[in-house]
């Protein structure tokens, strides 16, 4: 799965983790859950707190649940289990520890266990949803069918429910992308779903290549949800996969003003700059990838992207010092492709310059890099001696003057000596033949000429130019 499923804010998520429950006991829990955690779990760090807890909440089925989940999220199973067998004890018609426990057996990767007390729950609260959507959830990696009935129960006791779109996020869950969206497109109107399905709704469709689906998902979130920033998100990413590169600059500018919990990602960045670059923002987009080595500091393209950032802002001597940093960072890693990119710079170079003087000198690195590749990487030679002999020619295209004959003559050498030709390099043989045939008949050396003539006679029979130079007396 691509990385956007997992760009959720942790607080969107935990809005799934438990039933609701009553505002005074949700704000206690919300107080003793900071506690627990900020001490990682430990029981003697929070003996205190928790005793005030539980004098206050003794026989509070939601509260104890509520005590035993901040366990949980501080991994702290065996203590999360006491409270959850308490709450189950006390609470009766409450699903809250039953559920609890299905969440500390999932944790735990005891898929039948969670699926045991989830069932519990839902009959000891048929009225409460979440119980059945973690069932299926759990369930519908062994029986599909099964955690599907469940889902339909609960449409049954509670018709209100929007099931489809829980069926959504089980499959997505699972990773089963197309049979999610098979049913969250059943959902009539999005922005009724809560929070995290309608996140998951639109990275879902991202992923599926839905942008444009995405990106009205992701409207509909940052309009209803606005605190929850990772919606500005999906919209910057699907908005530049469109070529929308306004709107994703407005969704990353969002993005990056968000106040709430959210973890910026090299991606993030990435498409924010991409999106600036297009609109014409070079430094914006360059400053954009700075802040890449900041959330991923061992990221060794940050250089590269800038120099590409650069090329594409025609600031070309900028762009080349950056692709200097890029390959010194890269050292022994460097891979022919890494040269071939250099050299494209150099050819962008070529194309804007204003003098005859500075397109030469472009063209001549551009030259240089290839060279570098024939010489590093064997297995590309022929394609780099093939650039070479091209932009030579570019350089100069009097082939009497015969600027590019020396890689021509290279290019010959390396493909004749292949046993096995392919189209291309039957190609990349005719056009050099034809090169040295010509540039030798236009120095009046015949018999060099017809050397190179014949030779491409043999692969262009018909070749007309190669037949004039034979016919030559």
Request: aromatic share 12%; no cysteine.
């Amino acid at each position: 799965m691509k990385t956007i499923q997992y760009l959720v804010a942790g607080a969107m998520m935990l809005s799934i983790s438990a039933p609701s429950m009553a505002q005074d006991v949700k704000s206690q829990v919300t107080a003793i859950t900071k506690v627990v955690v900020d001490a990682k779990g430990d029981v003697n760090a929070t003996k205190a707190q928790v005793k005030d807890f539980m004098k206050a909440n003794k026989k509070n089925a939601e509260a104890l649940a509520g005590l035993g989940r901040a366990f949980l999220t501080a991994k702290n199973y065996e203590q999360a289990k006491v409270y959850a067998d308490m709450a189950m004890k006390f609470g009766k018609n409450d699903a809250a520890g039953y559920i609890l426990r299905g969440d500390i057996a999932s944790a735990e990767d005891n898929g039948g266990e969670a699926a045991s007390y989830y069932e519990m729950a839902t009959q000891q609260a048929p009225q409460e949803p979440s119980a059945y959507v973690k069932y299926a959830r759990v369930y519908q990696k062994v029986d599909p069918q099964g955690a599907v009935a469940m889902l339909e129960k609960l449409r049954s006791v509670k018709p209100d429910y929007p099931v489809d779109a829980a069926a959504g996020y089980m499959y997505s869950s699972n990773n089963q992308l197309k049979s999610a969206m098979n049913y969250y497109n059943k959902v009539q109107d999005p922005s009724t779903l809560e929070d995290y399905i309608l996140f998951d709704y639109a990275s879902t469709a991202y992923v599926l290549d839905e942008f444009e689906k995405a990106q009205n998902l992701a409207d509909a979130g940052i309009h209803k949800y606005p605190q929850y920033s990772s919606f500005n998100r999906i919209g910057l990413f699907a908005a530049d996969k469109q070529k929308k590169y306004a709107e994703a600059v407005t969704y990353g500018k969002n993005l990056f003003a968000a106040t709430d919990t959210i973890k910026y990602t090299a991606a993030d960045y990435s498409y924010y700059a991409d999106a600036l670059i297009n609109t014409g923002d070079t430094q914006a987009a360059v400053d954009a990838y700075k802040k890449i080595s900041e959330v991923d500091p061992e990221n060794k393209e940050v250089n590269k992207l800038i120099a590409m950032a650069y090329s594409k802002g025609k600031q070309f001597p900028e762009a080349v010092a950056a692709y200097n940093k890029y390959l010194e960072v890269m050292g022994d890693e460097i891979t022919y492709k890494d040269y071939d990119s250099f050299a494209d710079i150099y050819l962008e170079q070529a194309e804007a310059a204003t003098t005859d003087a500075d397109k030469d000198a472009a063209y001549k690195n551009a030259a240089d890099m290839y060279g570098k590749i024939a010489e590093k990487f064997d297995y590309a030679a022929i394609y780099a001696v093939n650039k070479q002999a091209t932009v030579y020619h570019l350089i100069n295209p009097d082939v009497k003057a015969g600027i590019a004959l020396p890689y021509y003559k290279k290019l010959v050498e390396l493909v004749e000596a292949k046993a096995d030709k392919t189209d291309s390099d039957v190609n990349k043989l005719a056009t050099a033949y034809t090169y040295l045939a010509v540039h030798y008949i236009q120095n009046d050396k015949k018999t060099e000429a017809k050397h190179w003539a014949a030779k491409l006679l043999e692969i262009r029979p018909d070749d007309p130019n190669a037949t004039q130079i034979m016919n030559i007396k």
